[in-house]
Nanobody, 122 residues
Framework: QVQLVESGGGLVQAGGSLRLSCAAS????????MGWFRQAPGKEREFVAA????????YYTDSVKGRFTISRDNAKNTIYLQMNSLKPEDTAVYYC???????????????WGQGTQVTVSS
């Protein structure tokens, strides 16, 4: 079992930046691949970014490449999502999630945080 708590969401103007954090507790953090997902109103949850256990394998969905950066600090049991050049279409609830092994499908992630709202105004 691992518990995940996101923070750092908020309201920002288009072109601005936010950094999301996800603190993990419970089982050994370094066991897990970590991912960020988001869900906008009326839409399905979608993959945003993932980072493997050691941090040397990272993957982004195309719409955030070059703007978002995922990272992890295994000493602090925390992952981050630095979001730059934000667009109104980035507005969503952002969730962090954990899984064993590697993958980007939400179905493979066993543990989820409660989510943090990100709103980008135009």
């Amino acid at each position: 079992q691992v518990q995940l708590v996101e923070s750092g969401g908020g309201l920002v103007q288009a072109g601005g930046s936010l950094r999301l954090s996800c603190a993990a507790s419970g089982r050994t953090f370094t066991y897990y691949t970590m991912g960020w997902f988001r869900q906008a109103p009326g839409k399905e949850r979608e993959f945003v970014a993932a980072i493997n256990r050691s941090g040397d394998t990272i993957y982004y969905t195309d719409s955030v490449k070059g703007r978002f950066t995922i990272s992890r600090d295994n000493a602090k049991n925390t992952i981050y999502l630095q979001m730059n050049s934000l667009k109104p279409e980035d507005t969503a609830v952002y969730y962090c999630a954990a899984r064993g092994g590697w993958g980007i499908s939400s179905a493979g992630y066993a543990y989820w945080g409660q989510g943090t709202q990100v709103t980008v105004s135009s």
